[in-house]
């Protein structure tokens, strides 16, 4: 199944802030939040913080990193063949950085694929229920890949 991603990051190169996946069939998303960084970028600042718990009751979850990967592990467990989408090569990125739980230790996972679309046209910022929450943006991403 596709799942489509969307990530916030503390600026160009900074810590993951939160990640969402959602689905192409069913309502089961994916939502976390990390820890914020001591120094959070400007931007972020007024951009997304406001922001990261614009979420359905009980989707929202603030966990650690190794918690967050794990939640991805259960999340993605009973899926043969995961199909990650993004719009954003970072996106991919930082999603692929999270399955890393520590230096060798990686969640187990029986594999899954990356897609990178080209989204001209796209927008999360104009598309989205609420900019920058990286549940809504994937949900709008979800909506742009579908039509």
Known sequence: MRYFLDTEFNGFGGELISLALVPEYGDQEF??????????HSWVERNVIPYLRFVP???????SRVEAAQYIETYLANDPDPVIVADWP??????????????ANMIT???????????AGFSASVNSKTPHNALHDARALKDFCLS
């Open 31 to 40: 939502y976390t939040s990390l820890p914020l960084p001591n120094k959070i």
């Open 57 to 63: 009751p009980g989707v929202d979850h603030q966990l």
């Open 90 to 103: 970072d996106d991919l990125g930082y999603f692929c950085h999270l399955l890393v739980m520590s230096p």
């Open 109 to 119: 996972i029986n594999g899954l694929r990356l897609e990178l679309i080209n989204a």
